[in-house]
């Protein structure tokens, strides 16, 4: 398992959203990108996290950053997560934890 530090380059990925929509991080133009790792859509914790973020994104965007999670599931679940609990942050399906795994 590779751990990153402060500096390293962060591993590129294309994985799917809510939508079915390939999200790349080399395609990213933004100033700033935040790339969070939870378990599970729409567990307890998972879910004050993304809420935490999702009421941020105000602030976020001010800065010219965007926030991404990232966890299992497929586009359903992360569909089905974000109509639940109203959330505008990206949802990004790992469902072989491939990018988990290179963040360490």
């Known amino acids: ?11 590129d990925f294309s994985l799917k959203d809510k939508d079915g929509a390939v999200h790349a991080l080399y395609k990213k133009d933004n100033n700033y990108t935040i790339v969070y790792f939870y378990p599970k859509d729409d567990t307890p914790g998972c879910t004050i996290e993304a809420r935490g973020f999702n009421s941020d994104l105000p602030k976020y965007r001010e800065l010219k950053a965007e926030v991404i999670g990232i966890s299992g599931g497929d586009e359903e679940t992360k569909a089905s997560f974000c109509k639940k609990h109203g959330l505008e942050v990206i949802l990004l399906s790992d469902p072989e934890f491939k ?5 360490g």
């Open 1 to 11: 398992m590779t751990h990153l530090t402060v500096g390293d380059k962060a591993p």
């Open 99 to 103: 990018t988990a795994t290179a963040y």
